[in-house]
């Protein structure tokens, strides 16, 4: 009886009560969080403009369906969280909009947090409208997720998130705990920007659930997000979980694929994915119970294996949660692949993954592969799936399944972009035509420029002269913004200290008519010319670059990276460069790239090296064999080498992981002779590749020099040898470690002549 009088009393108060939703505007963190204290249902917190420094945002309270409490920006993008910040979201029903987190990153394992404490999780609760930008640990191998989604019923949507370069998943949806598990989390009209090669496991942009809560329904739906240029590893998008809805979704340009991991029960429909060509470019891979792939778009992708455009895996029977589930009860129709590397069935069938697809449907699906190259791969016996009313364009289908109906199709653009059969009784074939990618203005925040994909070198098209004599080239890159060109006058550069560069700069020499003016020589006095940093970026063209001024000092090197880790992707290009006499010591390398650094690419073109005692390209400084590198694509092409002491180039990726699709190392048109054989040449090779992923050696000429190395590891690595003529040179060393069987390698036309110098 007390307690009906007390609800009666308590709403006649409330009802009393005029409702008047507070709005506090807070100036610095000690007015925020007194509000924070104070917010009830219905309340705006409104964090003025201007920058809020270490700023460990915290809110939490029970705000209601229509009355959410409401932290938000004064004015959308113009409060910036930067140094050590992060916000932790509790309590139920609260909105959280118009931040932007830049300049800094989350001194906790988070960003963003849907959850204030291992108790107090969000429920009802919204982020929408809010930035990241870079906000990364420095050290690249330091793990922390930008978002972490726990509780239940949260929405994710309309940010915007770039430059992720710190390992660990972009964004987590977790279910450690049966109060984030049947979620009904929605993540959509994201944004998901660039997110450069990490170079190990933990690049991951979304990732839902685990391997050890995957018998768990998750029950998230992302929907209508742009993955634009995720590279960071080989999943995408990784679903540990089961219950999930994958619609909607744009892939662009990304490296990796959708992997269906653990779990069971999910269903992926009317994604686009669009690869323009670009390396293990990827699309859906299934795995597990029950799950359908329907009405997708996939167009222009070379991922292959893994990665490839639809991959069908083999399972491991009575499988452990870690491992892989066999396929059983899947649906894939309706599907659209067209000029795309592979399609994958039975991938990975191995002595361990030796269950096939089970009680399993594949039709209706317009597939096309590239002409005149193997396309559909059949890895194992495929009875359990039942083929119906596909059809194969073009490229080539494995024997196993030659009962698919082939032959080329007509096909015409809709005014979405995509591709569809001309001919009406075809309709049933591929994706519907109402499909269409959703728009890019149509995701993250229209405030804030979504990156574009220009080089970084002469991006600012600023040309500065450089006239020749001592010092005055340091001075002009110190002075130089990022993205200029400094174009060098004839004559000797005298550089007389170790350039700290945290920009990227073109440095080349003048171009004149006159084919014998002398060039543009650069003397450096310290032991390195160039020590990359962060954002650091050089390319360097047509000119001598002379070793003969520097010091004796152990380490010497051309171009070194700091000693601190570097976040960025670093970018190294040589064309029409000369380097000669590094010989001071004993090891005078050309490029050194150092531990906790990633470059994601080193090209050497149209260059020449003579009289250097080190390496040339030295990228072997990550040897704890986690599946981490130093180097994703590696160029040497058309370039000489005389008298070099180490290896002209010298990769090392060790260790068993395969979330990596690098290092990719192209070693084309050279001439190398005396290469290698200094006693300070640990690897006794003039090319020694470890662990390299793909590798090409093709028509170069080695001459009097030590042996070419390869040593593959973990995966399916693709090596080539072509066309290379070896004189006076041992026959190539070519190692398997894991694999038992002979060396792995398409090899035509090398020929080695007599006289092999042992
Ligand atoms: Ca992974």
Redesign the pocket.
């Known amino acids: 009886m007390l307690a009906r009088l007390c609800l009666v009393v308590c709403t006649v108060w409330l009802l009393a009560v005029p409702a008047h939703a507070e709005r506090f505007l807070v100036r610095d963190q000690s007015e925020y969080f007194q509000a924070a204290k104070n917010v009830e249902a219905g309340d705006t917190i409104v964090l003025a403009n201007g920058e809020w420094r270490d700023f460990e945002m915290v809110i939490t309270g029970e705000g209601r369906k229509k009355k959410p409490i409401t932290v938000t920006s004064q004015e959308a993008g113009k409060v910036i969280l930067t140094g050590q910040s992060s916000l932790r979201i509790g309590g139920s029903h609260i909105l959280v909009s118009g931040l932007v987190f830049k300049d800094g990153y989350s001194p906790r394992g988070e960003v963003i947090s849907f959850r204030r404490t291992k108790q107090d999780l969000a429920h009802h609760s919204r982020v929408t409208q809010v930035v990241i930008d870079s906000f990364s640990k420095p050290d690249r191998y330091e793990s922390d997720y930008w978002v972490g989604l726990y509780g239940k019923n949260n929405r994710f949507d309309h940010n915007h998130m770039v430059g992720k370069t710190n390992k660990g998943v972009t964004l987590a949806v977790r279910l450690d705990s049966e109060e984030s598990q049947q979620n009904g989390h929605r993540i959509d009209h994201n944004y998901f920007g660039p997110r450069p090669v990490l170079g190990s496991?933990?690049?991951?942009t979304l990732r839902i659930g685990t391997s050890k809560y995957s018998m768990h329904l998750s029950n998230t739906l992302v929907e209508n997000n742009v993955f634009d240029r995720t590279d960071g590893?080989?999943?995408i998008i990784?679903s540990k979980s089961g219950g999930n809805i994958f619609r909607g979704n744009l892939f662009l340009r990304s490296r990796g694929n959708l992997t269906l991991r653990h779990g069971d029960d999910n269903l992926v429909e009317r994604n686009v994915f669009l690869g323009f060509g670009k390396d293990y470019t990827g699309g859906i891979r299934v795995i597990n119970r029950n799950q359908t792939v329907r009405e997708n778009y996939m167009e222009g992708l070379r991922g292959s294996a893994f990665s490839s455009a639809l991959a069908v895996m083999n399972g491991v029977p009575n499988s452990p949660v870690n491992r892989y589930v066999e396929v059983e009860g899947a649906r894939i129709e309706n599907n659209t692949v067209i000029d795309s590397a592979r399609v994958g069935f039975g991938v990975g069938a191995d002595e361990e993954r030796s269950a096939a697809p089970s009680k399993s449907v594949f039709r209706n699906n317009l597939l096309g592969g590239l002409e005149a190259e193997t396309f559909i791969e059949v890895f194992d016996d495929m009875s359990g799936i039942t083929f119906a009313n596909n059809r194969v364009i073009s490229g080539e289908v494995d024997n196993a399944l030659a009962s698919i109906k082939q032959g080329a199709l007509e096909l015409e653009r809709a005014e979405s972009g995509l591709a569809f059969p001309v001919a009406a009784k075809f309709a049933s074939l591929g994706a519907p035509r109402d499909l269409k990618p959703i728009a890019i203005e149509d995701v993250g925040v229209s405030w804030y420029a979504k990156p574009d994909d220009r080089s970084p070198f002469g991006a600012s098209g600023t040309v500065t002269q450089v006239d020749a004599g001592e010092g005055l080239l340091a001075a002009a890159i110190i002075a130089a913004a990022p993205g200029d060109v400094l174009e060098l006058a004839t004559g000797n550069h005298i550089v007389d200290r170790t350039v700290s560069l945290d920009k990227a700069i073109t440095i080349r020499g003048v171009q004149t008519a006159d084919e014998d003016a002398p060039p543009a020589v650069i003397l450096f006095e310290r032991p390195s010319l160039i020590e990359l940093k962060e954002k650091g970026n050089v390319q360097l063209a047509n000119l001598v670059i002379d070793g003969s001024l520097a010091p004796d000092s152990v380490g010497n090197s051309m171009i070194r990276t700091t000693s601190y880790p570097i976040q960025s992707n670093i970018l190294i290009e040589l064309d029409g460069v000369t380097v000669r006499n590094l010989e001071v010591n004993k090891s005078f390398s050309v490029i050194t790239l150092g531990k906790s650094t990633l470059a994601h690419r080193v090209s050497i073109r149209n260059s020449r090296f003579a009289n250097i005692t080190g390496s040339i390209v030295s990228a072997s400084a990550e040897t704890e064999d986690f599946g981490q590198y130093n180097v994703e694509y590696l160029d040497v092409i058309d370039s000489k080498f005389a008298k070099i002491g180490g290896p002209i180039v010298d990769v090392y990726r060790g260790g068993r992981d395969e979330?990596t699709f690098g290092p990719y190392v192209k070693i084309s048109g050279n001439k190398l002779a005396d290469v290698g054989k200094a006693a300070t040449n640990r690897s006794g090779a003039a090319i020694n590749l470890h662990g390299v992923q793909t590798a090409e050696v093709v028509g170069n000429k080695v001459a009097s020099s030590m042996p070419l190395r390869i040593v593959h590891t973990v995966g399916t690595p693709k090596t080539t040898l072509a066309d290379n003529l070896f004189s006076q040179t041992p026959v190539p060393v070519l190692e398997e470690l894991i694999f038992e069987g002979a060396f792995r390698v398409t090899a035509s036309n090398n020929i080695i002549e007599e006289g092999e110098a042992q």
């Open positions: 496991n933990g690049g991951e590893e080989v999943e990784s979330s």
